[in-house]
């Protein structure tokens, strides 16, 4: 690891962290309180995602809807109005809404083929969205004046590396750059997460073959056909499932790169100094 000790993560001129885990357990929380310090770079791997390597699809789906408009139409054909994604660290709506759902059109649905094709996008995204971090960590030295480095990574970091591989290119890469940090849930908090995916769903990436399996099992399960399916049910399903796939995953990743923390002792965590002594703690003496 990069820091091998409290005393070692505590006397560092530069730290670098990355925290990973499900989405609703306060990597974007943490990551926005060091940033509002003043004194860390915040890199959100999902912001950066549906930017720069999203971005165009985001918006080709925005115009591709207008377009249905012959008013709009009209508009657009001409230049003469301009359609773009607002998306932010905290609302990534645009691009949850581009990820879709599979399932019943009349409902918003989209035909699984074209769902599978936009998380094939995500992942490739994702991918290069990680290995950015290393060019971030530059960037934010050289042209801010930022020693310190915080990468908030997407809840499905796990679905796009093989955690099991103690020499899997970018667990390696981002574990050489950063202490990785897994914020470690319980299953207390595991109907809270799904109860927030569902009243506000989040970008999900899942790997094919998982994602293949979960349709079929949701269609034989249901006795439904794809155009039957009720897209919002869907993706609550796949979400709870997730949940529980990716547990193993994460250990993995905790083992074989990094450290872990409780959600419930980040969440005490109210200043830098507090996540210091937290990290130092965790690290132990080494």
């Given at each position: 690891m990069?820091?091998t ?28 309180m060091?940033?509002?310090?003043g ?63 599979p ?14 094709k ?5 992942h ?7 290995y ?26 796990c ?21 990785m ?29 998982f ?14 056909k794809?155009?039957d399916?009720?897209?919002?049910d ?21 083992e ?9 002792d980040?969440?005490?965590c ?5 996540l210091?002594?937290?990290?130092a703690?965790?690290l132990?003496?080494?």
């Open positions: 990069r820091y000790s409290g005393k070692d993560w505590l006397n560092a001129k530069s730290k670098r962290v990355l925290f990973f885990g499900m989405s609703g357990l306060g990597k974007t929380h943490v990551s926005n060091l940033r509002a310090s004194e860390w770079f915040h890199y959100s791997a999902d912001y950066r995602i549906g930017t720069r390597y999203m971005g165009e699809y985001i918006t080709d789906n925005f115009k591709r809807r207008a377009m249905e408009d012959p008013f709009l139409a009209e508009l657009l054909r001409s230049d003469s109005i301009y359609i773009a994604s607002n998306l932010t660290f905290d609302d990534l709506s645009p691009l949850s809404t581009y990820l879709g759902k399932g019943d059109p009349e409902k918003g649905g989209l035909p699984f083929e074209e769902y599978q936009r998380q094939a996008q995500h490739i995204a994702e991918v290069s969205a990680l950015d971090t290393a060019h971030f960590i530059t960037r934010a030295k050289d042209l801010y004046a930022y020693d310190n480095f915080v990468c908030d990574s997407g809840g499905s970091t679905e796009v590396v093989d955690p099991f591989d103690k020499d899997d290119a970018l667990l390696s890469a981002l574990a050489q750059d950063h202490l940090v897994w914020i470690e849930g319980s299953p207390e908090h595991e109907a809270e997460l799904v109860r927030r995916f569902k009243r506000a769903p989040k970008p999900m990436c899942y790997r094919p073959e994602l293949a399996n979960i349709w079929d099992e949701y269609l034989n399960k249901n006795n439904v794809e155009g399916v009720d897209p919002n869907f993706v609550t399903f796949t979400y709870a499932r997730a949940i529980q796939q990716r547990q193993p995953r994460y250990q993995a990743m905790y074989n790169f990094g450290v872990k923390v409780s959600h419930t980040l969440a005490k109210v200043s830098p100094d507090g210091d002594q937290l990290i703690h965790t132990g003496n080494g």
